[in-house]
């Protein structure tokens, strides 16, 4: 069963920075597992922020976010980043990691697809 766990959310004024954190556990001994990020604001559907394959190499990012957030894991520590630059006050949500044993560049871009979920982490951005 892997376990993840999310850290870094908080409050950051609008054209701020913030990165979150998501450790992994339990996953997969040959560690073939794409991680990746969602969001869900007050009211709203959850939306899917971005994901990187297995390996890194490939990662595939929401349209709101492309171009503002990163996305990047380490292996070693079994962890997964996403940065965040030029937030704005629409970025306001609970940030929820996201993993799927998968092989796949782009193992998921719906919640539905997603076998594992963080406990969520709140990012507010003031304007």
């Known amino acids: 069963q892997v376990q993840l766990v999310e850290s870094g959310g908080g409050l950051v004024q609008a054209g701020g920075s913030l990165k979150l954190s998501c450790a992994a556990s339990g996953g997969p001994s040959d560690n073939v597992i794409a991680m990746g990020w969602f969001r869900q604001a007050r009211g709203q559907e959850r939306e899917f922020v971005g994901v990187t394959s297995w390996t890194g190499r490939t990662t595939y990012y929401g349209e709101s976010v492309r171009g503002r957030f990163t996305i990047s894991r380490d292996n070693g520590e079994n962890t997964v980043f996403l940065q965040m630059n030029s937030l704005k006050p629409e970025d306001t949500a609970v940030y929820y990691c996201?993993?799927?044993?998968?092989?796949?560049?782009?193992?998921?871009?719906?919640?539905?697809?997603?076998?594992?979920w963080g406990q969520g982490t709140q990012v507010t951005v003031s304007s």
């Open positions: 996201a993993a799927r044993p998968s092989r796949s560049a782009r193992a998921f871009s719906k919640p539905l697809e997603v076998d594992y």
